[in-house]
């Protein structure tokens, strides 16, 4: 692998040399290096949240990789008041508990994956966020053409029209996935060209944030850098 490394492009070779065990990894890992350069990777905590309760326990059974990892972060009291408010405007909360992975049920609409995603990237003890953004719900509006009018990726409510600016004006990491085959393609291919990272599994997507963190943390302590906010 490290023979393949160093032929594809020497200036990774610092990032993916021991991070990737065969090709798809290290081309994840090169992928989500390419969309979070400009993020800042402060620590190991993350914050998860999706509308399937497998994928949830997905996220948790992922922030293990080899000697790699990250920790489910706490989530403070102002943040879970937030995120009880988000569910009992659309009637989620006698339905779901706040925890970490949040599990926001396939009854959450688009704006509550924004929303919640928002809320989450705003807790302190948070450093970086995966969300999945539920394909298959009939809440989500996550086809190219609808059955049902005005509900599909081109509208402004639909999240891949709305998550890329709250990825582009938030500091901290905030990797996507969408479960789904080939029918979810247009809703991946918009968020991804509007600068969202997009995984097509909570594992992927998961796994990958693992590595990368664990990268930048080690070349910022090779260059003697601090962590931000430590």
């Known amino acids: 692998m490290q023979n393949a490394v160093q032929c594809a492009c020497p200036t990774v070779q610092p990032l993916a040399r021991g991070f990737a065990s065969d090709v798809s990894e290290f081309s994840d890992l090169y992928y989500i290096a390419d969309c ?12 998860a949240l999706a509308g399937a309760g497998y994928d949830t326990v997905a ?5 293990q990789v080899g000697d790699f990892s990250m920790s489910l972060a706490a ?13 009992k405007t659309k009637k989620l909360d006698a339905l779901m508990e706040v925890r970490n992975p949040f599990d926001i049920n396939p009854g959450a609409d688009d704006e509550v994956h924004l929303l919640c995603t928002e809320a989450m990237a705003a807790e302190p003890d948070v450093d970086s966020v995966v969300v999945g953004l539920d394909p298959t719900s009939p809440m989500v509006r996550s086809l190219k053409k609808s059955a049902r009018e005005g509900f599909d ?27 789904g085959g080939p029918l979810f393609d247009p809703m991946a291919d918009t968020l991804m060209e509007q600068g969202v990272c997009v995984f097509r599994s909570s594992e992927r997507a998961t796994r990958a944030l693992v590595r990368y963190t664990e990268a ?15």
Do not use: H, M, N, W
């Open 59 to 63: 996220i948790g059974d992922s922030i």
């Open 216 to 230: 930048r943390l080690r070349a910022a302590r090779l260059r003697g850098e601090a962590a931000p906010g430590a």
């Open 153 to 179: 990726i081109d509208s402004p409510e639909s999240i891949a029209q709305t998550l890329p600016a709250l990825v582009a004006s938030c500091p901290k990491p905030i990797v996507s996935f969408i479960d």
């Open 36 to 47: 979070l350069s400009k993020k800042v990777v402060s620590g190991k905590r993350l914050g």
């Open 75 to 87: 989530i403070g009291p102002s943040t879970r008041e937030r995120l009880v408010a988000i569910l």
